[in-house]
């Protein structure tokens, strides 16, 4: 069964397709620049080079005729004939309260998604961007909407209302819904495999570090509390958000700079984190980078961001009453052996312990455990791959109907 997987942007498209229940990636690419100049599609038949075309894509609906088209190509296309494509599988950023696993595409679920607008405002509408266009190319082909939110929906109410007067959660439905749940469940699930025990006996903590970045508590195999919030700024220090800062900083600094709430958003979504703490970069290769030359304020968010993380695994160890494994995950997870360690030097007390030349090797997308013999406490790097979640939930959906 061939699933189309599709991750769509306000102007961009990534898309995979799996031959399932193989889990084999045939085809994969990106379409960037969606409705603006400059356009193009590079698309990737496995095995083969990269062909990369420079063409006018208006929106999404052109765009996915692109990718229709390169699928069905004689040269570069992995497809003889539409009919041979079974389901298209969405990743969906919010889910709000309404969605706690995958679900097939209908007008209602369209609804949903649209009512979920407000929570996530950058997300969502080009998601539905997505998932109306495929509708329209291919208006019987069966869809998936896959929500980031939905593994976090097992949180318990301690974990996600906030101290705020309860109407604001009633009426805005102001709470924490977490983020990155494909992946976390994903890496969750795949270190219960490498550990070869069931994950329904298994207390991990799973740190997907990238530009942005979460870390969540997995009891059993379900989501018990997580980094990140209602919105995407919580938690650690970010590529350009600012992580946990005191709300009441956040008012003073509006008032001292007449920063209406449009400009305060811009400065904790975009000019914070690293590149804010140092003026250099957003990607912490360019802060290790300086840091090995001296920088002191590149130094200082390397101690930030390790520090920041070593806390929250502390705090997850002790709400899930236990430690089984750590998981990273992520661009930076899966690639800066320099934060992996210095997060794990803070959690010896744990019984965790990191061999140095296990993790100086992990990096490049490989998978293993980096942990010393005589770790209580299992570290594991895990590449993520949120694609495959995506068709797996797609061909057991369509499978079932």
Not at 340 to 358: E, I, S
Not at 390 to 396: G, L, N, S
Request: overall charge negative.
């Amino acid at each position: 069964m061939k699933i189309l997987v599709l991750n769509c942007g306000s102007s961009s498209l990534k898309y995979q397709l799996f031959d399932m229940p193989k889990e084999m990636v045939t085809a994969k690419g990106l379409v960037e620049r969606i409705g603006i100049e400059g356009s193009r599609i590079k698309h990737t038949k496995v095995g083969s080079n990269a062909v990369v075309k420079d063409v006018d894509i208006a929106n999404h609906k052109v765009a996915l005729k692109y990718v229709v088209d390169l699928l069905l190509d004689e040269n570069n296309g992995v497809l003889e004939n539409l009919s041979e494509l079974a389901a298209a599988g969405h990743r969906v950023v919010h889910g709000g309260e309404k969605f706690a696993s995958s679900v097939v595409i209908d007008d209602e679920v369209i609804e949903a998604i649209e009512e979920c607008v407000p929570l996530a405002p950058l997300h969502n509408p080009a998601n539905l961007m997505g998932i109306r266009a495929m509708k329209e190319l291919l208006p019987d082909l069966p869809q998936i909407a896959v929500f980031d939110t939905a593994f976090h929906q097992t949180m318990p109410p301690k974990a996600y209302i906030y101290g705020l007067p309860y109407r604001y959660y009633t009426t805005y439905k102001g709470r924490r819904y977490g983020f990155h749940g494909t992946s976390h469940y994903y890496v969750a699930y795949r270190a219960a495999q490498l550990l070869e025990k069931p994950i329904e006996d298994l207390k991990i903590v799973t740190c997907h570090l990238g530009n942005g970045s979460s870390i969540t508590a997995v009891d059993g195999g379900v989501s018990i509390d997580t980094s990140l919030g209602f919105g995407t700024v919580p938690g650690v220090i970010m590529g350009t958000r600012s992580g946990n800062v005191d709300p009441t900083l956040i008012l003073h600094i509006m008032e001292q700079e007449g920063l209406n709430p449009a400009q305060m958003s811009h400065v904790l979504h975009k000019e914070s984190g690293f590149w804010g703490l140092t003026g250099i970069s957003s990607d912490l290769r360019d802060i290790e980078e300086a840091m090995e030359k001296g920088n002191e304020r590149a130094t200082l968010v390397v101690e930030i961001l390790a520090y920041g993380i070593a806390k929250f695994i502390g705090a997850y160890a002790a709400a899930m009453k236990g430690l089984d494994a750590i998981v990273f995950t992520a661009g930076i997870g899966e690639n800066s052996a320099l934060i992996r360690n210095k997060v794990c030097d803070y959690l010896g007390f744990l019984g965790v312990h990191c061999d140095p030349g296990k993790n100086d090797e992990m990096t490049g997308g490989k998978e293993g455990d980096i942990s010393k013999d005589d770790s209580s406490v299992k570290v594991l790097v895990v590449p993520t791959n949120e694609e495959l979640v995506i068709a797996k939930d797609t061909y057991q959906l369509v499978s079932q109907s």
